[in-house]
């Protein structure tokens, strides 16, 4: 808790009433926003992945790196606490989860993160009407939360052209179809190295078309990092090839 204006007052306050964590809400919490040490143990849980293609570490076999061209970096897997966080992200009364994920993204992947040498943090804009029936964008709040981990500003270098279909309401050949000319760059992209962000990947067809627009704009580079991917996309399983 903060109180403005009586700074000597706010580590008694919070020594009186300690934070809670905004996952359980249950135990008391440290950092911003405060998260407990279960939880966030639960949260960055799940096997190790390939930082290039995001798929669970495959060892020698070939990495399918499709998108993006960089990188992309993943906190859980999208399963049981994660899914359940994920959803409460999308409410507005979920933004604190959405902003505790994003900390935690930042927390578990700092070396890549920061070996990317990145100069801007993106979100993968919501259509402004959904956005407005939804009340808030998860992506959006995870992105701001990134960025204030990485000491990047949050930049909005994306917009929706065209409401699309949920892509998880789609078989997996018609998706690409569906995002493709949906967004467009806004500012001015050009020469920086960009995190895009999401809460969901199903199938990387949506931060594959948003990475194309980034980099016909000229980003210089164009890494992503999400809450969850779902396992299984295109190729995924194509090892044994
Ligand atoms: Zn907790
Ligand atoms: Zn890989």
């Given at each position: 808790m903060r109180w403005p204006g009586m700074p000597g007052l706010a580590p008694w306050l919070d020594f009186l009433c300690p934070p809670r964590c905004v996952f359980c809400r249950a135990e008391?919490?440290?950092?911003?926003?405060?998260?407990?040490?279960?939880?966030?143990?639960?949260?960055?849980?799940?096997?190790?992945?390939?930082?290039?293609?995001?798929?669970p570490a495959h060892g020698d076999t070939r990495c399918r790196?499709?998108?993006?061209?960089?990188?992309?970096?993943?906190?859980?897997?999208?399963?049981?606490?994660?899914?359940?966080?994920?959803?409460?992200?999308?409410?507005?009364?979920?933004?604190?989860?959405a902003a505790g994920l994003g900390r935690l993204l930042v927390e578990k992947h700092r070396a890549i993160l920061d070996e990317w040498r990145l100069h801007a943090v993106v979100p993968v804009p919501m259509h402004w009407l959904r956005r407005m029936s939804r009340g808030t964008s998860a992506a959006d709040t995870i992105a701001t939360a990134v960025a204030r981990g990485l000491g990047l500003p949050r930049r909005r270098l994306l917009r929706r052209r065209r409401a699309t279909r949920r892509q998880n309401e789609?078989?997996?050949?018609?998706?690409?179809?569906?995002?493709?000319?949906?967004?467009?760059?806004?500012?001015r992209p050009a020469g920086l190295r960009i995190l895009l962000v999401d809460d969901v990947s199903t199938t990387g067809a949506t931060l594959a078309e948003c990475g194309r627009v980034l980099v016909e704009a000229g980003a210089a580079a164009v890494y992503a990092a999400v809450i969850a991917r779902a396992d299984g996309w295109p190729g995924d399983d194509a090892d044994a090839s």
């Open positions: 008391p919490a440290s950092g911003h926003p405060p998260i407990c040490r279960r939880c966030a143990a639960t949260m960055s849980a799940g096997g190790p992945r390939c930082p290039a293609c995001g798929r790196r499709r998108f993006p061209a960089g990188g992309l970096v993943v906190l859980a897997d999208y399963a049981d606490e994660a899914r359940t966080a994920i959803l409460e992200a999308k409410r507005p009364a979920g933004e604190p989860v789609l078989v997996v050949g018609e998706r690409p179809a569906n995002v493709r000319g949906a967004f467009a760059a806004r500012g």
